[in-house]
């Protein structure tokens, strides 16, 4: 059994940063393939980014291409979204988890607020 937590959201203006970490505890998760998913209000849940168990590949959703970068720590067990060059339309709740996703490993998420 693997618990994930997210954090590292926030309020941020267009244009700027943010750098979303996610904790895995439990057991490793050096095994698996990682995933970023988000969901703003209203919406369905939507896939960001995933990256290879050695990080060997990252794969990103064309609305983010370019300006989000996945990483990973395994030693660390940890998982790494940066965000650059924000946009009011990724205002999400973001979520981590492994690809593809076990409804019991879902953690709460973490905000992220994007102003115009």
């Known amino acids: 059994q693997v618990q994930l937590a997210e954090s590292g959201g926030g309020l941020v203006q267009a244009g700027g940063s943010l750098r979303l970490s996610c904790a895995a505890s439990?057991?490793?998760?050096?095994?698996?393939?990682m995933t970023w998913f988000r969901q703003a209000p209203g919406k369905e849940r939507e896939f960001v980014a995933s990256?290879?168990?050695?990080?060997?590949?990252?794969t990103y959703a064309d609305s983010v291409k370019g300006r989000f970068t996945i990483s990973r720590d395994n030693a660390k067990n940890t998982l790494y979204l940066q965000m650059t060059s924000l946009k009011p339309e990724d205002t999400a709740v973001y979520y981590c988890?492994?690809?593809?996703?076990?409804?019991?490993?879902w953690g709460q998420g973490t905000q992220v607020t994007v102003s115009s």
């Open positions: 990256i290879g168990w050695n990080s060997g590949r990252t």
């Open positions: 988890n492994k690809n593809p996703p076990r409804n019991d490993y």
């Open positions: 439990g057991r490793t998760f050096s095994g698996y393939v």
